[in-house]
């Protein structure tokens, strides 16, 4: 890593300037974080997906610290966090001192930010009288030797605080083992909702052309380095890579993890040759030199930007667009972080959504950060990482028509319209009628069991029954609801014609009025089976 020496020193700070203003959720975070602390707790967990804005976050917190008189250390597990970190503190107009070689040591200033690098090699911080540490990216410092030393020996009694991301990690040892409690940012799909996080479009790379895992052996939870490089850094893939970038998001700003140096820069010459600007970054890559290509990148000077653990954590591109997953992992950390480097929302530069193209096979090891439904503190587990908080953790596939990586129970591709339904025989009544309860029980198909409810909304419709009543039998065959998406077009197809979505009305209407159902049912129930806006096409026509 090259010495920081160059970096510009802290100017003094005559007037604090105007700090961020939080989002409400982040504002939540934060009041929830001191109404642990009023309870007792003095170890806690602060979990905020990548797009959250741990930035503003860990930075309110440290201007409520230093406004209360409080001491407080902030550890960075890598020594180009220093200077993003302290860019984040003159955010909020924070007096701060640094251990950090090439850096101003201050040891009156009442935050410290301190590189545990360089913490490892000093002492006068042993005895600096820290009211609170912080644990910048805590999934990792924390578990530091120096670390530890805070936690166990130096600072028992001080708060510790411990921010991250991603809380899993590969191992025995979690942050669960080392802290009392935690509070936590909405899930990332909550976030997309509310327009603070892109949507995200996800795609394979043809079967023929992904990484090829025979042979390739776990060592201490993750693939062999060595045995990965030899399986990803082949030219016959890369170059599949480049096509498949061409075709699905040519001239896109695009960031690339790979499994080494070597194969990093390997993908960048590929992009060149192919006429496209492109480069590498890597760990030895000077902190002026990263600057330069980060701006490129973001600017678009620059389209692609390939790296090898420099880009997953600490950067900060919100105009980024298409990330390549090119590095097979077992780390839902590490698949959660590179992830969320396309996740930021970046309306000014027309960003409209993400994009990840798979060549490693990671989406359907590791899933969709939209899986994720709550947060958990983990604790040790025997074997592998923990799961990334509770979740629906559907099974992927990927389509074959547009590579488009999508969850199983999903009949249509939303990319390229390819209906999964029509490669299967149809399922009519008469099926439900010649198999037993059990038989239908050992059904395990997503598209099967898909036909088997739309015959039952089929039979429901015929015989005039309420439609719910379709999801009840369903339940009562496989002991699970039919997934949602399942009741657009189950009885009349993806193309009804007029008539067919006013007897579905007029069908809705009389069971309405037998059981005194409101027209908001009758709504309801019209637009499962025919799409959001439908109800709106028929009243139109009818008011004509």
């Given at each position: 890593?090259?010495?920081?020496?160059?970096?510009?020193?802290?100017?003094?700070?005559?007037?604090?300037?105007?700090?961020?203003?939080?989002?409400?959720?982040?504002?939540?975070?934060?009041?929830?974080?001191?109404?642990?602390?009023?309870?007792?707790?003095?170890?806690?967990?602060?979990?905020?997906?990548?797009?959250?804005?741990?930035?503003?976050?860990?930075?309110?917190?440290?201007?409520?610290?230093?406004?209360?008189?409080?001491?407080?250390?902030?550890?960075?597990?890598?020594?180009?966090?220093?200077?993003?970190?302290?860019?984040?503190?003159?955010?909020?107009?924070?007096?701060?001192?640094?251990?950090?070689?090439?850096?101003?040591?201050?040891?009156?200033?009442?935050?410290?930010?301190?590189?545990?690098?360089?913490?490892?090699?000093?002492?006068?911080?042993?005895?600096?009288?820290?009211?609170?540490?912080?644990?910048?990216?805590?999934?990792?410092?924390?578990?530091?030797?120096?670390?530890?030393?805070?936690?166990?020996?130096?600072?028992?009694?001080?708060?510790?605080?411990?921010?991250?991301?991603?809380?899993?990690?590969?191992?025995?040892?979690?942050?669960?083992?080392?802290?009392?409690?935690?509070?936590?940012?909405?899930?990332?799909?909550?976030?997309?909702?509310?327009?603070?996080?892109?949507?995200?479009?996800?795609?394979?790379?043809?079967?023929?052309?992904?990484?090829?895992?025979?042979?390739?052996?776990?060592?201490?939870?993750?693939?062999?380095?060595?045995?990965?490089?030899?399986?990803?850094?082949?030219?016959?893939?890369?170059?599949?890579?480049?096509?498949?970038?061409?075709?699905?998001?040519?001239?896109?700003?695009?960031?690339?993890?790979?499994?080494?140096?070597?194969?990093?820069?390997?993908?960048?010459?590929?992009?060149?040759?192919?006429?496209?600007?492109?480069?590498?970054?890597?760990?030895?890559?000077?902190?002026?030199?990263?600057?330069?290509?980060?701006?490129?990148?973001?600017?678009?000077?620059?389209?692609?930007?390939?790296?090898?653990?420099?880009?997953?954590?600490?950067?900060?591109?919100?105009?980024?667009?298409?990330?390549l997953l090119l590095r097979p992992t077992t780390s839902t950390a590490l698949h959660q972080q590179q992830i969320g480097r396309v996740m930021r929302i970046s309306p000014h530069t027309g960003k409209e959504y993400g994009t990840i193209l798979d060549q490693a096979g990671n989406l359907q090891r590791l899933g969709f950060p939209e899986d994720i439904t709550t947060y958990e503190l983990p604790f040790g587990s025997a074997e592998t990482e923990a799961q990334p908080g509770k979740s629906h953790s559907y099974p992927k596939k990927q389509c074959p028509e547009c590579n488009a990586c999508i969850q199983t129970f999903i009949m249509e591709c939303p990319e390229c319209g390819h209906d999964w339904l029509a490669d299967r025989p149809i399922y009519t009544q008469d099926l439900?009628?010649?198999?037993?309860?059990?038989?239908?029980?050992?059904?395990?198909?997503?598209?099967?069991?898909?036909?088997?409810?739309?015959?039952?909304?089929?039979?429901?419709?015929?015989?005039?029954?309420?439609?719910?009543?379709?999801?009840?039998?369903?339940?009562?065959?496989?002991?699970?609801?039919?997934?949602?998406?399942?009741?657009?077009?189950?009885?009349?197809?993806?193309?009804?014609?007029?008539?067919?979505?006013?007897?579905?009305?007029?069908?809705?209407?009389?069971?309405?009025?037998?059981?005194?159902?409101?027209?908001?049912?009758?709504?309801?129930?019209?637009?499962?089976?025919?799409?959001?806006?439908?109800?709106?096409?028929?009243?139109?026509?009818?008011?004509?």
């Open positions: 890593m090259a010495s920081e020496s160059t970096s510009p020193a802290p100017s003094n700070l005559q007037e604090k300037p105007t700090p961020p203003t939080l989002r409400p959720y982040q504002a939540q975070v934060v009041n929830d974080l001191y109404g642990k602390l009023r309870q007792g707790f003095r170890k806690v967990v602060i979990i905020a997906g990548t797009g959250a804005g741990k930035t503003v976050i860990s930075g309110q917190i440290c201007a409520h610290a230093e406004a209360k008189g409080s001491k407080l250390l902030f550890l960075v597990h890598l020594d180009v966090l220093v200077g993003q970190t302290y860019e984040k503190m003159k955010l909020f107009g924070l007096d701060c001192g640094f251990i950090k070689a090439g850096w101003p040591e201050n040891p009156d200033a009442p935050i410290q930010i301190a590189s545990v690098q360089t913490m490892a090699k000093r002492d006068w911080w042993k005895t600096w009288p820290a009211d609170l540490v912080f644990y910048d990216e805590g999934h990792t410092t924390v578990f530091s030797q120096v670390g530890q030393e805070l936690i166990y020996n130096t600072h028992p009694g001080a708060v510790h605080l411990a921010m991250t991301a991603t809380p899993y990690r590969l191992g025995h040892d979690q942050l669960g083992d080392h802290f009392e409690t935690l509070v936590c940012a909405p899930p990332p799909t909550a976030i997309q909702k509310m327009g603070f996080l892109a949507k995200m479009k996800y795609f394979g790379i043809p079967t023929e052309d992904q990484v090829d895992l025979d042979g390739v052996q776990l060592v201490a939870g993750e693939y062999n380095e060595k045995q990965l490089k030899n399986a990803c850094d082949r030219p016959e893939l890369i170059q599949r890579v480049v096509q498949e970038w061409l075709r699905l998001t040519p001239d896109k700003r695009t960031i690339a993890f790979c499994v080494d140096v070597g194969h990093a820069r390997h993908v960048a010459e590929a992009f060149k040759q192919a006429g496209v600007k492109s480069d590498y970054v890597a760990g030895s890559t000077s902190i002026k030199k990263r600057k330069e290509l980060y701006e490129a990148i973001a600017t678009g000077d620059l389209r692609v930007l390939t790296s090898c653990n420099v880009l997953s954590i600490g950067f900060d591109v919100p105009s980024i667009e298409v990330g439900i009628a010649l198999m037993g309860r059990e038989q239908l029980s050992q059904i395990t198909d997503e598209a099967e069991r898909c036909r088997i409810y739309e015959a039952l909304r089929q039979r429901c419709f015929r015989q005039g029954y309420e439609p719910n009543l379709a999801r009840n039998n369903y339940y009562e065959y496989f002991e699970v609801w039919p997934h949602e998406s399942w009741d657009k077009g189950a009885i009349f197809g993806s193309r009804p014609s007029r008539v067919q979505m006013e007897n579905f009305r007029i069908f809705l209407d009389r069971i309405a009025c037998k059981r005194g159902r409101a027209i908001h049912w009758v709504m309801e129930e019209f637009e499962k089976e025919f799409g959001v806006g439908s109800w709106a096409i028929i009243a139109g026509v009818r008011s004509a």
